[in-house]
């Protein structure tokens, strides 16, 4: 099993609508979690950060946390052409320096 | 804030050759930075861990005297591929993480390297 599991992909979405990106993971010592977006041919780009339990938004963005289920989600709303990327879902656990990455997913939203 | 910058953006060497890629930390301070690299349509792979003032943490399966990182101050980390080979060609992307401690700690990427031996 993967530390970090991410569904690859595509998903195509149209715009104007919601996208929901799911990660799940696997160690239970997992304190932080981050949303990164990479353009193709460019270096990753922090989205989101969560720590807690719950929701958290930014902007058209919200992040879920369900730490239960061992689950981080990404909601993208009022998806625009300009949000087709790779999303990254990325896990650290507390005292560690490294991220845990998933293979991300490829996202493409259609005009 | 918390702008990584890396230089330089793109090169081309021939095979034999060492490339040394830079990367600072412009806004903020870096205890900790961290070198990937990702080749095409495949995810980041990890190279190595950087700490200012100490060797770096290699990950496994990575050449530590092939891929050489200094980190001589909480701004700047280098990467040096020495003997540059074709199969070296990839994309190299450093992060870096604020001195600020916690598990709230972030890393910040730099634009990347793009690196073609011939």
């Known amino acids: 099993q993967k530390e970090v599991e991410q569904n690859s992909g595509p998903l195509s979405v149209p715009e104007g609508a919601i996208a929901s990106l799911n990660c799940t993971y696997s160690?239970?010592?997992?304190?932080?979690f981050f949303w990164y977006r990479q353009y193709s041919g460019k270096s990753p780009e922090l989205i989101m950060s969560i720590y807690s339990n719950g929701d958290k938004e930014d902007g058209r963005f919200t992040a879920q946390l369900n730490k239960a289920s061992q689950y981080v989600s990404l909601l993208i709303r009022d998806s625009q052409p300009s949000d087709s990327a790779t999303y990254l879902c990325?896990?650290?656990?507390?005292?560690?320096?490294?991220?845990?990455f998933g293979q991300g997913t490829r996202l493409t939203i259609n005009p | 804030g918390a702008v990584v910058s890396q230089h330089p953006s793109r090169v081309i060497c021939k095979s034999g050759t060492s490339v040394k890629i830079e990367c600072r930390s412009l806004?903020?301070?870096?205890?900790?930075m961290f070198w990937y690299r990702q080749f095409p349509k495949q995810s980041l792979m990890l190279m190595a861990t950087?700490?200012?003032?100490?060797?770096?943490?290699?990950e496994q399966g990575v050449e530590k005297d092939k891929f050489l990182i200094n980190h001589a101050s909480l701004t700047l980390s280098t990467l040096t591929v020495t003997s540059a080979h074709p199969e070296d060609s990839s994309f190299y992307i450093c992060?870096?993480?604020?001195?600020?401690?916690?598990?709230?700690?972030?890393?910040?990427f730099g634009p990347g390297t793009r690196l073609t031996v011939l």
């Open positions: 990325a896990v650290n656990r507390q005292g560690a320096q490294k991220l845990v």
């Open positions: 950087s700490n200012e003032g100490s060797k770096a943490t290699y």
């Open positions: 806004d903020f301070q870096a205890t900790t």
């Open positions: 992060s870096a993480s604020p001195t600020i401690r916690g598990p709230t700690d972030t890393q910040y």
């Open positions: 160690d239970r010592g997992s304190q932080s």
